[in-house]
C-alpha cells in the first residue's frame, strides 16, 4: 500500500463543494459526484441556495454540522482566503482549487495572493491540489469531475497540468476499454507538483501504467530523480506541451510554469528511460498496447486481412516502426497445400485475403496457421463491418466467426478497425451496420484485444512497447 500523503486525502468521507449549483462548468461539481456514486456525504455550498440537485446546501464551510476532509472550491479567486479559514475550523485536509486567475495571468497581485494561499493552507494543515485545474478523478471512491466518466476502474494512472487534457485522455481511452485508477488535473501545482504525483502513482498498487501531461517542471533535478524512478518501476508515457517557441509562450499564460527547450526536454526523457509522445493519440495507442498485450520482446509480426494494395502498404508501415514482417515459413504453404487450399502457394505475410476470392474458410485456415507457428510473435489482423447485405453478414456470431479468435493459441493479436463500411445501402441499412459495428468493439474490449484504426498506429504503438520492455533489460 502507498505511503505517499495522498494516499489518505484521496479517500474522504465527506466532500464540500463550494460554489455550488446545479449546472455549469464550476458548481456542476456536485453532478459528477451524485453520478458515480460518492459514498460519503456530500455538502453543497452556496448562500443563494437552500438545496442543490436534492442535497440541502450551507451558506459557509462553517455552517456544515458535520466534518468535512475534502473541498472543491469553485468559486472566484478574491473569496478564497476567507474560504480557507472556514475550512481550517472544520478541519479540512484537502481543498481542490478549480478555481483560476491567479500566477497564471501574469499579474503580480494575483501572484501574491497564490502565496498567501499557501502560506495560510500550510499554518492549517491543509494540502492543496491546484489551482487552475479540474482534480480528481478516482472512480473507486465515485470522485468525478466531469458527467459520463466510466464508473469502472482500471490500472492506469494520469496526472495532468491541462485540465482540457485530462478529460480528452480519459475520454479518448475509454472509447478503447481503457479504465483508470486515478486521474488527477493540477494546474498551476502551487502545493503538489508533478514530483509528487509521480511518486504517488510509482507507489500505488493500484496504478500499473503512468500517464503524465506536462507543460513545465518547478523542480528540474528532482523531476529527473522522480521520473527516472517511476520508469525503473512501471511504464511511464509522457506528453509534453510547450515543446517549441509557440508553445512555451503558451504555457506561460496557461499553468505559469517554467518550460525548457526542446533539446533539453529530449535529452531528460532518454536518461529517464519513459515513452515520449508528440499527441494524445499516440499517448491513447501506446496505453492501449501496454494494457492488453502481455509483455512482448521480439517483433515478429504476422498480418492477416488486408487486401491488395493494403497488404503491400501494411508490410512497408510495419517495417518503417521497427517490426520485422517475416516471411512466410514453407511449412505453413505445406500445410495448406495438404489440405487442399487453393491459395497455398500463393499466400504470404502479410497474408492477402482478397486472392481467396471469398473464401473466407482459405482466411480462417491461414490465420490459425500463423497463430501456431512459433516464428512469430504476434498477429495485427485487419477487421471490418459487415459489407453486403445478407443474414450472414449481418449476424454478429457469423462475422466474428470470421477472425479465429478462439484459435490464436495465446498468441496476441492486435485489431486494426477501419470504421468506414465497405457497405454503401439505405439509412436502416447502415443503422444495422453500425449497430453491428459498436456490438464488435465491445466483444472485442471484454476479450481483452488492442483496437487501432489504422495499421501506421497500431505497428508504431506495438514497436514503441516493445521498445520499452528491451530497454528495460
Not at 465515485?142 to 485522455?169: H, T, W
Not at 529530449?266 to 496505453?287: C, S
Request: net charge negative.
Amino acid at each position: 500500500m502507498s505511503t505517499h500523503p495522498l494516499e489518505e486525502l484521496l479517500h474522504p468521507r465527506s466532500i464540500a463543494v463550494v460554489g455550488a449549483s446545479a449546472s455549469g462548468r464550476g458548481g456542476g461539481f456536485v453532478n459528477p459526484l451524485l453520478e458515480q456514486g460518492f459514498k460519503g456525504t456530500i455538502y453543497p455550498v452556496n448562500p443563494k441556495y437552500e438545496e442543490v440537485l436534492g442535497l440541502k446546501a450551507y451558506g459557509r464551510v462553517r455552517d456544515i454540522p458535520g466534518p468535512v476532509d475534502f473541498v472543491i472550491s469553485s468559486i472566484p479567486a478574491a473569496g478564497v482566503l476567507e474560504m480557507l479559514a472556514d475550512c481550517a475550523e472544520k478541519g479540512a485536509k484537502l481543498i481542490h482549487l478549480f478555481t483560476a486567475r491567479f500566477s497564471e495571468t501574469g499579474r503580480k497581485d494575483a501572484a501574491e495572493l497564490e502565496q498567501e494561499i499557501l502560506r495560510r493552507a500550510k499554518e492549517a494543515g491543509i494540502r492543496l491540489i491546484g489551482p487552475n485545474c479540474m482534480g480528481v478523478y478516482y472512480p473507486a471512491e465515485g470522485i468525478a469531475f466531469n458527467e459520463g466518466m466510466p464508473k469502472e476502474s482500471g490500472p492506469i494512472g494520469l496526472a495532468s497540468q491541462s485540465g482540457q487534457a485530462v478529460g480528452e485522455i480519459t475520454g479518448n481511452a475509454a472509447q478503447r476499454g481503457l479504465r483508470f485508477s486515478k486521474a488527477i488535473s493540477y494546474g498551476n501545482a502551487l502545493d503538489f507538483n508533478e514530483c509528487d504525483y509521480l511518486e504517488y502513482f510509482t507507489q500505488d498498487p493500484e496504478t500499473k501504467i503512468i500517464l503524465l501531461y506536462i507543460e513545465g517542471v518547478r523542480d528540474g533535478p528532482r523531476f529527473l530523480r522522480t521520473l527516472r524512478a517511476a520508469a525503473s518501476a512501471k511504464p511511464v508515457i509522457v506528453l509534453k506541451g510547450g515543446r517549441g517557441e509557440a508553445g512555451t509562450r503558451a504555457t506561460a499564460s496557461h499553468t505559469a510554469s517554467l518550460a525548457g527547450s526542446r533539446e533539453i526536454w529530449n535529452a531528460v526523457v532518454n536518461q529517464a528511460g519513459v515513452i515520449n509522445v508528440a499527441d494524445i493519440d499516440e499517448m491513447v495507442d501506446i496505453t492501449t498496447a501496454f494494457n492488453f498485450l502481455p509483455e512482448i520482446r521480439r517483433a515478429n509480426v504476422g498480418v492477416v486481412g488486408g487486401s491488395g494494395g493494403s497488404s503491400v502498404m501494411a508490410a512497408d508501415l510495419c517495417e518503417e516502426a521497427g517490426l520485422n514482417v517475416i516471411p512466410l515459413p514453407d511449412e505453413i504453404r505445406q500445410e495448406l497445400k495438404k489440405q487442399g487450399n487453393a491459395i497455398w502457394d500463393w499466400i504470404g505475410n502479410p497474408a492477402d485475403f482478397s486472392i481467396s476470392m471469398g473464401n473466407e474458410s482459405s482466411a480462417e485456415a491461414v490465420t490459425k496457421l500463423i497463430a501456431r507457428h512459433p516464428n512469430f510473435d504476434f498477429i495485427i489482423t485487419f477487421v471490418s463491418g459487415p459489407w453486403r447485405r445478407d443474414p450472414e453478414s449481418f449476424s454478429l456470431e457469423k462475422h466474428l466467426a470470421r477472425y479465429s479468435l478462439q484459435d490464436m493459441n495465446n498468441k496476441p493479436v492486435v485489431m486494426v478497425f477501419q470504421d468506414r463500411p465497405r457497405y454503401t445501402g439505405n439509412d436502416e441499412d447502415m443503422a444495422e451496420y453500425d449497430k453491428i459495428v459498436e456490438q464488435m468493439k465491445a466483444v472485442f474490449i471484454r476479450d481483452g484485444y488492442p483496437m487501432y484504426p489504422n495499421i501506421k498506429r497500431a505497428a508504431s504503438a506495438v514497436s514503441r512497447m516493445i521498445n520499452y520492455y528491451n530497454k528495460k533489460g
